[in-house]
């Protein structure tokens, strides 16, 4: 496997993303949608990777930069078929190591708080990441856990 700076530009990218919103807005009330499209993640302000296994797309994740030293995780996803193989976990450490790399001292993300969300939440306490309270723009929410880890 090989996870890679993606520029967004491809049909394959373009289609996962696309999976990945309308799950979260399956599961989530449309205020508590915090899955950025697109055009957001175009943003010079966001980092975004692949994970390539061949030619076939297993995963992605990024990070966004919220000041010179904190940047928030995003858009975490596995493919569905490759869910609970290392995927996450590959790019987790990958990102920690980038985001590091970069200067960021702190690495904050928001998921979802209801049990489908477990997986994820049990892969960043694994990680290291703590439950903390919302950052940045977000606001108290039921249905969001908010997480932090120091770099």
């Given at each position: 496997?090989?996870?890679?700076?993606?520029?967004?530009?491809?049909?394959?990218?373009?289609?996962?993303?696309?999976?990945?919103?309308?799950?979260?807005?399956?599961?989530?009330?449309?205020?508590?949608?915090?899955?950025?499209?697109?055009?957001?993640?175009?943003?010079?302000?966001?980092?975004?990777?692949?994970?390539?296994?061949?030619?076939?797309?297993?995963?992605?994740?990024?990070?966004?930069?919220?000041?010179?030293?904190?940047?928030?995780?995003?858009?975490?996803?596995?493919?569905?078929?490759?869910?609970?193989?290392?995927?996450?976990?590959?790019?987790?450490?990958?990102i920690l190591t980038e985001a590091e790399r970069m200067g960021?001292?702190r690495l904050s993300l928001e998921t979802g708080?209801?049990?489908?969300?477990?997986?994820?939440?049990?892969?960043?306490?694994?990680?290291?990441?703590?439950?903390?309270?919302?950052?940045?723009?977000?606001?108290?929410?039921?249905?969001?856990?908010?997480?932090?880890?120091?770099?």
């Amino acid at each position: 496997m090989q996870i890679v700076v993606d520029d967004l530009s491809g049909p394959q990218i373009a289609e996962f993303l696309d999976e990945h919103v309308q799950e979260m807005r399956s599961l989530t009330p449309p205020e508590s949608k915090h899955a950025l499209d697109l055009d957001a993640l175009r943003r010079p302000e966001v980092t975004f990777w692949s994970v390539m296994d061949g030619d076939a797309l297993v995963g992605c994740g990024a990070i966004k930069r919220l000041d010179t030293v904190h940047a928030e995780l995003k858009s975490m996803r596995a493919a569905p078929a490759r869910k609970r193989s290392g995927i996450a976990s590959l790019l987790l450490n990958h990102i920690l190591t980038e985001a590091e790399r970069m200067g960021f001292t702190r690495l904050s993300l928001e998921t979802g708080a209801d049990e489908f969300f477990l997986p994820a939440r049990r892969l960043y306490e694994k990680f290291g990441f703590a439950y903390c309270e919302p950052f940045a723009h977000y606001r108290p929410d039921p249905n969001s856990a908010f997480m932090t880890r120091t770099l």
